[in-house]
T-cell receptor, first 113, second 110 residues
Framework: DSGVTQTPKHLITATGQRVTLRCSPRSGDLSVYWYQQSLDQGLQFLIQ???????AKGNILERFSAQQFPDLHSELNLSSLELGDSALYFC????????????FGAGTRLSVL | AQRVTQPEKLLSVFKGAPVELKCNYS??????LFWYVQYSRQRLQLLLRHISRESIKGFTADLNKGETSFHLKKPFAQEEDSAMYYCALFSYNAGNMLTFGGGTRLMVKP
């Protein structure tokens, strides 16, 4: 077990709604990364936080936002959901800012109906 | 911008046959490349990195800067190698991020 915990495992919602995905990193890891995995796009990097601050940004839509709290857990907020947002959302963590070796969570499967 | 390409979505081989999972990259700096693997119902995990030049579970991968490739190879495939394999490139240019390829599903038939 890698120690990265993601909740919920599955989420079903409707278009236009807002959801929050939660991630707890491995003990001692300060960086959290969010990825979106969809069938046609593969694994896409969204955003990285390190010790509470945004560190790097990838292909994250403006409707999406994230934050990392003082206890180092992170939340990914997805709003005004569209059908195309249906995907697996992975969280990963690493000790430092360099994310060469990342430890992944089991993912949250989001279905937008 | 960096890019990682895995041309095969699915690779099917028989047990005992050699395996080569292809990965090509484009990157302007000095690349750091990795292979991650996701076995059925398990999490994505690191398999190997080019810097360490080691063999993990019989797999090796050599960085070929001339061909901008980092193919994953195993001389004799086993059924337990069946999984999804992702090639990834680490870069500082756009922040500390891993850029993943689209993945290749390896199926090893008995």
């Amino acid at each position: 077990d890698s120690g990265v915990t993601q909740t919920p495992k599955h989420l079903i919602t409707a278009t236009g709604q807002r959801v929050t995905l939660r991630c707890s990193p491995r003990s001692g890891d300060l960086s959290v990364y969010w990825y979106q995995q969809s069938l046609d796009q593969g694994l896409q990097f969204l955003i990285q936080y390190y010790n509470g601050e945004e560190r790097a940004k990838g292909n994250i839509l403006e409707r999406f936002s994230a934050q990392q709290f003082p206890d180092l857990h992170s939340e990914l907020n997805l709003s005004s959901l569209e059908l195309g947002d249906s995907a697996l959302y992975f969280c990963a963590s690493s000790m430092g800012t360099g994310g060469r070796i990342q430890y992944f969570g089991a993912g949250t499967r989001l279905s937008v109906l | 911008a960096q890019r990682v390409t895995q041309p095969e979505k699915l690779l099917s081989v028989f047990k005992g046959a050699p395996v080569e999972l292809k990965c090509n990259y484009s990157y302007s700096g000095s690349p750091e490349l990795f292979w991650y693997v996701q076995y059925s119902r398990q999490r994505l995990q690191l398999l190997l990195r080019h810097i360490s030049r080691e063999s993990i579970k019989g797999f090796t991968a050599d960085l070929n800067k001339g061909e901008t490739s980092f193919h994953l190879k195993k001389p004799f495939a086993q059924e337990e190698d069946s999984a999804m394999y992702y090639c990834a490139l680490f870069s500082y240019n756009a922040g500390n991020m891993l850029t993943f390829g689209g993945g290749t599903r390896l199926m090893v038939k008995p």
